[in-house]
């Protein structure tokens, strides 16, 4: 059951509902709002949501298993895994910019590098530990190719 529930996207949920409570009850007059703001948080949204498809369709294509917490079968290093090891937590971050630009709620822009850090030491370094556990020399050779986030 905890793996169904300790998982990334109730953590961004989580920070988008703190985001926009943030907005509506706290704003203190705060304000990055406008056309630019706009296209930015549109283009963040779009960039986080391909990134997030490519790699859940690698992972059905692979056959193995996209739950953080589990062992996959098989080390994907091609397509978007090529440019990011972690590219549906980069696609999770760059939502939560974009619904933070698009919510105007400027004091919660502290809640990416927030958002990264707790990804970063509760999912991928447990997730990397068990990679390099079960692919050893294959993984080792991916982790120096290809960077963790971009």
């Known amino acids: 059951m905890k793996d169904l529930i300790d998982i990334p ?8 509902i703190a985001a926009w409570w943030q907005a509506r009850l706290l704003p203190l007059g705060l304000s990055l ?4 703001t706009d296209a930015l948080a549109g283009l963040l949204i779009g960039a986080g949501a391909i990134l997030i498809i ?6 059905r294509r692979a056959r ?4 953080p ?5 098989h080390l994907i290093t091609t397509g978007i895994f090529a440019r990011s090891r972690n590219p549906i ?15 105007d709620a400027v004091l919660s822009l502290v809640l990416v590098p927030l958002f990264v850090w707790w990804i970063e030491r509760h999912f991928i370094l447990p997730e ?6 079960t692919f050893r020399a294959e993984f080792a050779a991916y982790e120096r190719k290809v960077r963790r986030w971009l």
């Open 9 to 16: 996207p109730v953590w961004l949920v989580l920070a988008i």
């Open 89 to 103: 937590y980069l696609g999770d971050a760059l939502i939560l910019t974009g619904l933070i630009l698009r919510f």
């Open 64 to 67: 193995t298993t996209i739950i």
């Open 128 to 133: 990397e530990k068990r990679m390099r556990r």
């Open 33 to 36: 709002e406008g056309p630019v």
């Open 54 to 59: 490519a790699a859940a369709l690698a992972f």
């Open 69 to 73: 917490h589990q062992t996959p079968a």
